[in-house]
């Protein structure tokens, strides 16, 4: 199973920027403990980092088909992106938002994610520790929804096959 790792603006800059709020480790020590995390559950994850609002909607878009969920912060655009929201309920696959502060502690403008709506659920306030949880969720997420697909298939396969019509 593929999970898209999808980035926002200045998330490039963890590790520097206000270490008070996101902590001091960098996006590549973030991915690389969070690969250690799939390559131990069989899970394939493809990284994304962009400042740019239209390429993180490209990306989102790329993902049906390719991915199977998504796992994003959308940063800053999480309060001003009418655009992201859309291309995640386009897209329509499961999707945790992650955010490394708890935005109910900061600024009133923050305590809005427009974006989430569009998510299965969102974590916030935990770290980057929050990366970690959020791909633990979209892998009960992906085995339940596995699981129920089975469940059908093996229904289906042992119903009655009805007689045709003469
Ligand atoms: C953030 C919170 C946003 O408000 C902020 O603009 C970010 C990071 C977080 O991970 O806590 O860039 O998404």
Known sequence: MKI????????????VREQHIYGHMTLDQVHEQLKSQADQNGLELEFFQSNLEGEIVDKIQECLGTADAILINPAAYTHTSIAIRDALAAVAIPTVEVHI???YKREE????????ASATGIIAGFGPFGYHLGLISLTQ???EMQAMQQAQ???QAQAPQTAPAV
């Open 4 to 15: 898209a790792v999808i980035q926002g603006p200045n998330l490039n800059m963890l590790g």
């Open 141 to 143: 997420i992906l085995n």
């Open 109 to 116: 403008f923050r305590q809005n994610s427009i974006t989430a």
């Open 101 to 103: 502060s708890n935005l």
């Open 153 to 155: 298939a093996e229904e």
